[in-house]
């Protein structure tokens, strides 16, 4: 099973990020979405798990959850916007994957045999920091996420 995780969209589905997560089996996106469009448009690519991050306060944003844990391909995924904000110990959890976003910095971290995962930003550029989305292929044995540069002005 292949999985896209893309996080702080900020109301920008990028056309490399469109491509980048065709094929996908699933997505997950780590909040700060901007705008239910986005999802809409995620959705036409996978079936998609989203949360809501800090920027997203409107009305719509309410459908989504702060949290969520979700069971994908066999392996247990949890996702926080802000991973400053987890609640749980996500070893004693039986947590595989830890996905974050907020921070706009593309980062993997292994950490008692859970990896924390944050895609980086797919929308906006801030700073000068690189837009990035990540990938994963889940197999029996390992969670091997690829941090993916979409480039871009």
Known sequence: MRIGIISDTHGLLRPEAEQRLGGVDHIIHAGDIGRPEIIDH???????????????GADWAKAYPATVTVVLGGRCFHVVHDVHDLTIDPAAEGIDMVVSGHSHRARIETRDRVVYLNPGSAGPRRFKLPITLATLDISSSSLPPVIHDLGGG
């Open 42 to 56: 995620l959705r036409a690519i996978a079936p998609v798990t989203a949360i809501r991050g800090n920027i997203d």
